[in-house]
């Protein structure tokens, strides 16, 4: 991890679980990180907590589903880092209903905030990368739910989300290679991970006893893993990396 030292790097979704362990990683390792999301409050936390370390945590509010708040968040990267190395596109969203009763705008909040969004704040963070000669590195927090669908109801757009989300990144690697950029991508996909968006499911009936009895990862195990990506030598890509929690299927 040494080479990223000082380096700059963008997580979206830094307020909580996933995100907030990646970022606290990766300011244990020396990096600028931009952590993004909308609880202000939240990132002011981590910031204070992060204080002192060998890197530095940033705090930018953005709804990353507002294209004028993620224009915001990559010209402020530009301004005061002058840079940006690495895109870590981990915020996401999942709100229980089933494809038969579920209404139409928590289907696209999945979809705006899973894909869309993911899709636009690449496009920008690709084009700061490619301004500077250097390396760099894209990483979408994908799920095993993005390569084979389990029979875990009231998930409705969700893993049609995240098969998007393993589309996007091997189209995003064509991209990249056409025009000769060696910014590399990997699709990260964890199993259950121990985190609010997993707690909001534990009062939904069935699917909550399947998710309370299952065997779970922690956020922890994600950010070391995301080390473990970013640590392989340039000329290393590590495309897909699947995690699963021991026992489970
Ligand atoms: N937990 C799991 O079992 C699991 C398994 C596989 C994959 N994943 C994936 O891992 C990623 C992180 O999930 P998590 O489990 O850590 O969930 P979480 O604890 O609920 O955290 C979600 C993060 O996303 C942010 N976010 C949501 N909507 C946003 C928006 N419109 N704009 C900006 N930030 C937004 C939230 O911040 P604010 O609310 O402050 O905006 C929060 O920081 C997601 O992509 C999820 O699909 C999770």
């Known amino acids: 991890m040494e080479r990223w030292y000082g380096k700059v790097v963008v997580v979206t979704g830094a307020s909580a679980?996933?995100?907030?362990?990646?970022?606290?990683?990766?300011?244990?390792?020396?990096?600028q990180v931009v952590g993004l999301a909308r609880r202000l409050?939240?990132?002011?936390?981590?910031?204070?907590?992060?204080?002192?370390?060998?890197?530095?945590?940033?705090?930018?509010?953005?709804?990353?589903?507002?294209?004028?708040?993620?224009?915001?968040?990559?010209?402020w990267v530009k301004n005061n880092l002058g840079t940006l190395?690495?895109?870590?596109?981990?915020?996401?969203?999942?709100?229980?209903?089933?494809?038969?009763?579920?209404?139409?705008?928590?289907?696209?909040?999945?979809?705006?905030?899973?894909?869309?969004?993911?899709?636009?704040?690449?496009?920008?963070?690709?084009?700061?990368?490619?301004?500077?000669?250097e390396e760099g590195h894209v990483v979408h927090i994908n799920s095993t739910t993005g390569h084979r669908i389990p029979n875990v109801p009231l998930m409705n757009v969700y893993y049609a989300s995240k098969y998007a989300v393993t589309a996007l990144a091997e189209t995003l690697r064509m991209d990249l290679r056409r025009v000769g950029?060696?910014?590399?991508?990997?699709?990260?996909s964890p199993g259950l991970v121990e985190t609010d968006m997993v707690n909001d499911f534990l009062t939904a009936g069935v699917v909550g006893k399947l998710i309370e009895a299952a065997p779970k990862l922690h956020p922890e195990d994600i950010a070391?893993?995301?080390?473990?990506?970013?640590?392989?030598?340039?000329?290393?890509?590590?495309?897909?990396?699947?995690?699963?929690?021991?026992?489970?299927e």
């Not at 990646?22 to 300011?27: E, G, H, P, R």
């Open 17 to 31: 679980g996933i995100g907030a362990a990646i970022s606290a990683k990766l300011v244990e390792n020396g990096l």
């Open 85 to 133: 190395h690495i895109l870590v596109n981990n915020a996401g969203v999942a709100k229980p209903a089933t494809l038969l009763d579920g209404n139409t705008e928590l289907f696209k909040q999945v979809l705006e905030t899973n894909v869309l969004a993911l899709a636009v704040a690449t496009r920008e963070a690709v084009k700061i990368m490619r301004e500077n000669a």
């Open 41 to 75: 409050d939240k990132l002011q936390d981590l910031e204070t907590q992060l204080q002192n370390r060998p890197g530095k945590f940033h705090p930018v509010q953005a709804d990353i589903t507002n294209e004028d708040d993620l224009n915001r968040a990559f010209a």
């Open 181 to 188: 950029s060696k910014i590399r991508v990997t699709s990260l």
């Open 224 to 248: 070391n893993a995301l080390v473990y990506v970013l640590g392989t030598p340039p000329h290393v890509q590590i495309k897909e990396l699947i995690i699963s929690p021991t026992g489970s």
